[in-house]
């Protein structure tokens, strides 16, 4: 074994040890012994992966991150449920409220090693959308794609517990898969946004005079409820021209998880998305747009 070579295997090796009783890591360790550079470059090496491994370990991770990627994966795999007719609605309405136990994962997948593969039988989607999901990703993931619900549902949502704040994530996921829906439609076509104001005004929905100075030059699309999760909001799409369809989704602060931002936009990207996040004391916005984040970032 040369140098070379022996740096490729060394430049692998695991420091916990695992490797220690592979014949390959085992005769390039020795030739790091007997080799001073090898031995050098080794060292040097163990020293750098350790200190980034604690560099790792020191790094505080945000509390959405594990929700932000599960939604991200949903929504390139297309996960959410649809509902065929109100029972299936209602379903996932119900679900949408569970809170599960401490454990409740981890307990689900013991009894899934435990068990024989079922029938695969045709069965509704709600009853088998549990156990398939928390295999690939957790009940978590589960719980969040039941949040999908559109203006198009007819279950009341007093029928259920109530929910607390939804996560601005959740939000722009759901109003992705309705406006990616084939059955898409909006409650009023309207080019002046007074007239899609006062609509919403008149249905009890959240809205705001104060527009992102790129908007206020836009005619409008029209409006429509985006209701997610129970919690009611107001989805107003603008006609950006080239840039295609712009759309603001509002919904009243106190139904948000999160705070903030109020000084400026938050402003990311999701796949074709780009998505300014803010508030004002009374609201939380998000601005989406098939454009790039500095064209949605010129709009303020």
């Not at 090898?38 to 991150?65: K, M, Q, T, V, Y």
């Not at 401490?102 to 079922?118: C, T």
């Not at 088998?128 to 949502?157: E, H, N, W």
Request: aromatic content about 8%; charged content about 25%.
């Amino acid at each position: 074994m040369d140098k070379e070579r022996a740096r490729f295997i060394l430049s692998s090796f695991r420091p916990n040890g695992a490797d220690a009783h592979d014949a390959d890591f085992t005769q390039a360790l020795q030739l790091a012994l007997e080799d001073r550079e090898l031995g050098e470059w080794l060292a040097s090496e163990r020293a750098f992966d350790s200190a980034f491994a604690d560099a790792l370990g020191s790094i505080e991770l945000p509390g959405h991150l594990r929700e932000d990627i599960l939604t991200s994966l949903a929504i390139e795999r297309g996960d959410f449920p649809q509902a065929e007719d109100s029972h299936d609605a209602g379903m996932i309405g119900a679900l949408a409220t569970i809170q599960p136990p401490a454990g409740f994962r981890d307990q689900i997948l013991a009894a899934m090693e435990a068990s024989a593969p079922a029938p695969k039988n045709v069965i509704p989607f709600w009853k088998k959308l549990g156990i398939p999901l928390a295999a690939a990703a957790g009940i978590t993931l589960a719980l969040f794609l039941t949040r999908q619900t559109t203006s198009v549902t007819t279950v009341d949502p007093a029928h259920f517990a109530e929910s607390g704040p939804i996560s601005s994530s959740i939000v722009q996921a759901s109003f992705v898969k309705t406006y990616e829906a084939p059955d898409f439609s909006l409650e009023v076509t309207q080019q002046d946004y007074e007239q899609l104001v006062s609509h919403l005004c008149s249905c009890g929905l959240p809205h705001t005079e104060d527009l992102p100075d790129g908007l206020r030059h836009l005619q409008g699309v029209g409006c429509r409820e985006l209701i997610v999760d129970g919690k009611h909001g107001s989805l107003i799409c603008f006609n950006g021209g080239p840039d295609g369809v712009i759309h603001l989704v509002i919904f009243r602060r106190q139904d948000i998880a999160e705070r903030g931002p109020f000084d400026k936009p938050e402003i990311t990207k999701r796949g074709e998305w780009a998505i300014a996040r803010w508030q004002d004391p009374d609201h939380a916005f998000l601005l989406l747009g098939n454009v790039t984040p500095e064209k949605l970032a010129g709009m303020f």
